[in-house]
């Protein structure tokens, strides 16, 4: 029998779609709650596994996409980014991307985030990343996450 994707998941498949992405998000059995947890659930290096999370850039939300495991200095990347970074609460989080933050996607949020990408994921040919709830992922590349969250790539201390 199939089973369905969470609504929040659907309309990042949805988005992937309109942004000339295939669109196929699947589902783990179980969630997992860490970029160490996805990568040793699909096999791959920690690297690979795209890690979604909203920070304040003065104010205003941004959406960093991580490699896994990578650590930000807010400091230094807030200096490169021309601003002073911090991290947003998991209630800001949530309401600015309409998913929880162990399963934010790079895309299917309300409004468009300014997003920037870190450089660390161009290492690897193939990425995972969130598909808006906890249990999904979609594959993707390096090009195609800057392609359709229509981020900057730059490096993350």
């Not at 660390?120 to 990425?127: P, Y």
């Amino acid at each position: 029998m199939r089973r369905s994707l969470p609504p929040v998941a659907s309309r990042v498949s949805d988005t992937l779609i309109a942004r000339g992405h295939h669109g196929v998000i699947i589902t783990q059995p179980m969630p997992a709650h860490s970029a160490a947890e996805t990568a040793h659930a699909l096999g791959v290096d920690i690297g690979a596994v795209t890690e979604a999370r909203v920070y304040l850039l003065d104010d205003d939300p941004i959406l960093l996409l991580l490699a896994g495991g990578h650590r930000v200095d807010l400091g230094r990347t807030g200096i490169r980014l021309e601003g002073r970074l911090t991290a947003a609460s998991e209630e800001l989080a949530r309401q600015v991307t309409g998913q929880p933050a162990d399963g934010t996607a790079p895309v299917g949020h309300p409004t468009n985030l300014p997003t920037y990408i870190d450089n660390a994921l161009s290492r690897h040919r193939e990425l995972w990343a969130c598909g808006g709830h906890p249990n999904t992922l979609f594959r993707t590349s390096f090009s195609e996450l800057v392609r359709i969250t229509a981020g900057l790539a730059i490096d993350v201390d």
